[in-house]
């Protein structure tokens, strides 16, 4: 465990992804503050670093997910309408129904949660609260910014971006570290 950036991780593989991601993001920065590339090349350098911190956050906040909640603490209840049945047409675009209306229990699978599922069972769990959950959605804003295909302009990444993220990875690992 000396030598690790998260020692508090008893789980000796998540600690060793987090300890590589950590590397990486070091490597990197050096590359986002030199001289030697242009503001493009170090936006590219941001935006993987930036991703890298995401990445570390979220597996962070699903440890907690995964060593202070079981599975039923995961099932997700919402309303199911079934059997429906028209009553009177109005129109076209509304109908008078009649049917079903039960609470639907669905179990979700601890590997298969994003971040912000896991932001929002945390919150339900109160075990994530503002403003730290607000800090957080930026974050993961800031990481799926990153995807081109629905902007109109790729988005350059700034050092003060990629010092946000490095403060809330900061606010998250203490958070972390005094829950376990």
Avoid at 59 to 86: G, R, Y
Wanted: charged share 30%; proline share 1%.
């Amino acid at each position: 465990m000396t030598g690790s950036n998260f020692p508090f991780i008893e789980d000796s593989i998540l600690r060793q992804n987090l300890d590589e991601s950590f590397d990486h993001i070091v490597i990197l920065l050096s590359f986002s503050e030199s001289a030697t590339y242009n503001d493009a090349a170090k936006s590219s350098f941001r935006k993987t670093m930036i991703i890298y911190t995401a990445s570390i956050i979220e597996a962070l906040l699903f440890h907690i997910v995964d060593t202070e909640l079981n599975e039923k603490d995961l099932a997700v209840s919402s309303w199911e309408f079934t059997n429906k049945k028209v009553l009177y047409e109005v129109d076209g675009a509304h109908q008078v129904v009649a049917g079903d209306f039960k609470i639907k229990v669905t179990e979700i699978k601890k590997d298969k949660l994003n971040l912000q599922q896991i932001c929002d069972l945390l919150k339900e769990k109160n075990i994530l609260t503002e403003p730290l959950l607000g800090k957080i959605h930026e974050i993961r804003e800031l990481r799926n910014s990153q995807h081109i295909g629905s902007t109109r302009k790729v988005r350059a990444f700034s050092r003060k971006d990629l010092e946000n993220a490095f403060s809330v990875a900061s606010d998250v690992k203490s958070f972390v570290k005094a829950k376990i």
